[in-house]
């Protein structure tokens, strides 16, 4: 049963990776759709994809920076009357910045990964929750990270975002507790999209290397299981998912063929 058609979902980070995966998925299912994300020239082609795909769903691309509250706010509170009831909001939007120690620490990556991460996802939130309760219907949809579950070597701060985010959805879920409305946490484990390319400010062999000699999950993987658990009845929140790649135990143990 398809209960996606006719829907709209706002996706953050839809610009690249399980964001983007996330939109192609929805719209498949008849969702219309709010794009969010700082590079306009990528929403507006994902925009044009889409809907070249699928005629029948309408599309909004909104340019917003995340840890900029004003940005956050505008955006979501000069929504044209139609756009007015998102039914589900995919907090995804993220980034990890670098792989030092914390003596070692570089102040404003450890910032930005706060200010996208956590606050971002909480000023997001924040906007479009009051709605949601007032209908009494509605989907929160946290991606956090298996980093939020188990802290590994020169994750530090990283892994904090993530364990907040992880806190978050869990919090989300108490506050909203008698609403009908559904939180649901995502873990996933490594992931091949722009992310190590991020971490490592753009050094393309650095990133390559952390997938090197094992298969990582793509973001359609992860964009799967979040529209499987968005269709489940109304009565059914799959409150918190672990995806990892077959080769992945743990943040630290990768098989790798040689
Ligand atoms: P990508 O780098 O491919 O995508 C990240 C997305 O977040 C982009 O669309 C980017 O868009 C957006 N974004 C980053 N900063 C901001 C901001 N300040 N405001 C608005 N949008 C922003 O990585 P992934 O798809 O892998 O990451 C998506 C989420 O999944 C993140 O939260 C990440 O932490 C999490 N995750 C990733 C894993 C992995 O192994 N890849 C594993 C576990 C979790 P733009 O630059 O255009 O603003
Ligand atoms: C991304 C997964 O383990 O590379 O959240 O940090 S990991």
Redesign the pocket.
Known sequence: MNRIQHTITLI??????????CARHFAELGSNLIL????KE??TALEQSLLKLHPDIRILSIT?????IESVETAIHSLPEEWNNIDTLIN?????RGMEKVQDGIIENWE?MI???IK?LLYVSRAVLPRMVQRKKGNIVN?????GRETYPSGNV?CAT?SA?RTLSEAMRIDVNGTNIRVMN?????????????RFHGDADRAKQVYKGMQ??T?ND?AEIIVFSVNRPPHVTIGDVLILPTAQANTTTVYRES
Do not use: Q, W
């Not at 953050?12 to 995966?21: D, L, M, V």
């Not at 995804?92 to 990890?96: E, T, Y």
């Not at 995502?186 to 991020?198: A, N, Q, R």
């Open positions: 953050t980070g839809a610009s690249s990776g399980i964001g983007e995966a969010m994300a700082r590079r990528a929403l917003c920076d995340v840890r900029i995804n939007a993220g980034l990890s930005e200010d996208t991460n971002g991606i956090a990270s298996i980093a990283y993530k985010a995502i873990d996933p484990g490594m992931v091949e999209t722009e992310f190590s390319l991020v990582p999950l973001a992860i």
